[in-house]
């Protein structure tokens, strides 16, 4: 199992996926790690992903995994 540092840098850059003021935001930190959080409570708790978890998150985004089922 990969070990986390789980330390938020301070200059970490927040980045969108677009401009509106709902949604994600990611930050590569300094660690090699990734911190994700809603833009929309940038103070509240941030997820971190080991660069492996990462890769996995994002292509389960992809293929659907995380799609709200269907009503």
């Known amino acids: 199992?990969?070990?986390k540092n789980r330390v938020i840098?301070?200059?970490a850059v927040w980045r969108r996926g677009d401009d509106s003021a709902d949604g994600?935001?990611?930050a590569f930190l300094s660690s090699g790690n990734i911190g994700l959080r809603d833009s929309r409570?940038?103070?509240g708790p941030v997820l971190i992903f080991t660069p492996g978890?990462?890769?996995a998150f994002v292509a389960g985004a992809k293929d659907g995994e995380f799609n709200r089922?269907?009503?």
């Open 1 to 3: 199992m990969e070990a």
């Open 9 to 11: 840098d301070a200059d």
């Open 24 to 26: 994600v935001e990611i």
């Open 41 to 43: 409570n940038p103070d």
């Open 53 to 55: 978890e990462w890769e």
């Open 69 to 71: 089922p269907e009503a």
